[in-house]
């Protein structure tokens, strides 16, 4: 790492794009916290999930739908998908556009339609972009290829009930202090959806063993091991236990707060027994992805440059590098950089829950969760 430490990186930071803010290194962390949200949303692209992905949903707890949370990225099943083709008229590409252009391909009646721009006249793009909106499902675009006349998109219908969540969990420090005012409170909120998002309960033995409990169709509980119960669960065909199972995963970053991978504090512990699957990204990992693409980045990654620095400066008029809206530009680099760079960006993770696992497990779990015939479990 060019850097000592995330600390030194956010300094940097500070100092080079945020010179005009009044804390400098309180603003660069803000940025730091976004920028961990599109590492995971690229990466979830580059595995394949752009279709199956939602950005901020309301999910509902487990046996207790008067209350929602809303989650950072959901993963849901799809129903149906549609290519269709729009005019490259330098206008926005809008939600009214893109019905007409499905209008002979599929009966979009049901459908609530959502004014959402796939992408403006200030060539800012929309991730996730949801057009309509039925009592079960969610109508969504993405953009698959622009050309000199028309733009190819993808149109897909998402089911509401989603079977995987991820959550992005950051704190920094402030001068002077050791540990982030908010550390123990953010680990308090992740944990507590992750808790109460999925049937799968988890629950400990008197001598502080880590069981799952779920219930069959007879409305029996069923106990095991919590790993063991939740791998039976993710491979099962069985309706009843994943009707209403959802896997939940955290991405956590260290920063002076979270320690590392092997040395947990307290807040780490309590992150790592509530999600199924906690992912660390590491110092290095996130210094790399600054250094290259923000801080120093060559010819070929200069538009994410541009875009972050257009977003965060003292004048700006729109943000447009953040997990929600992109300059159009820097998606088209940062989805190249990630899919060129899979393997190296896979590395900057390292995997606290479940003990053993990699990331490629997970990506496996993922794929088989998304291969689940969800139209007959529900």
């Known amino acids: 790492m060019a850097y000592e430490s995330v600390d030194k990186i956010q300094n940097a930071l500070g100092e080079t794009m945020f010179h005009y803010a009044k804390d400098k ?27 199956s992905t939602s950005i901020e949903r309301g999910l509902v707890e487990y046996g207790n739908e008067d209350i929602a949370h809303n989650v950072q990225y959901s993963l849901h099943p799809i129903v149906n ?66 050309g000199h006349d028309e733009h190819k998109l993808l149109v897909f219908e998402q089911m509401q009930k989603a079977y995987a969540i991820f959550e992005c ?17 953010k680990a308090k909120q992740g944990a507590y959806v992750a808790r109460t998002a999925s049937s799968l309960q988890k ?25 063991e119960l939740l791998d039976e669960i993710i491979y099962s065909d069985d309706t009843a236990l994943l009707q209403k199972f959802i896997l939940t995963v ?5 920063h002076g707060n979270w320690f590392t991978a092997k040395n947990h504090n307290k807040e780490l512990k309590v992150l790592a027994q509530s999600y199924d699957w906690l992912m660390f990204l590491t ?47 820097a998606d088209a680099v940062l989805l190249k950089y990630f899919s060129e760079k899979t ?26 969760l998304r291969s689940k015939n969800w139209t007959e479990i529900l």
Request: aromatic content about 8%; proline content about 2%.
């Open 250 to 254: 955290g991405i956590v970053s260290n």
């Open 169 to 185: 969990k950051r704190v920094g420090i402030e001068e002077g202090n050791k540990k982030g005012p908010q550390t123990i409170e």
């Open 81 to 146: 998908e549609h290519q269709i083709a729009v005019a490259n008229d330098g206008k926005s590409i809008t939600a009214t556009k893109i019905y007409k252009a499905l209008e002979d391909n599929t009966d979009l009646t049901k459908f609530i339609k959502k004014n959402n721009n796939l992408l403006d006249t200030h060539n800012i793009l929309r991730n996730a972009c949801t057009i309509g909106e039925s009592n079960d499902s969610y109508l969504l675009t993405s953009l698959q290829e622009s």
């Open 283 to 329: 110092d290095n990992g996130l210094a790399q992805f600054i250094d290259e693409l923000l801080l120093n980045p060559t010819q070929k990654f200069l538009q994410v440059q541009e875009a972050f620095k257009c977003s965060y400066t003292a004048n700006k008029k729109r943000n447009v590098f953040t997990k929600v809206k992109m300059d159009f530009e």
């Open 25 to 51: 290194k309180k603003a660069a962390g803000r940025a730091l916290g976004t920028i961990v949200e599109i590492i995971t949303y690229y990466l979830l692209k580059t595995w394949g999930f752009n279709n």
């Open 343 to 368: 393997n190296e960006i896979e590395s900057w993770f390292n995997i606290i829950a479940p003990g053993e696992k990699t990331i490629t497990e997970l990506k496996d779990v993922l794929t088989e």
């Open 203 to 227: 629950i400990r033995t008197n001598t502080g063993e880590k069981y799952g409990i779920i219930y069959r169709a007879n409305n029996k509980p069923y106990i095991k091991p919590y790993v």
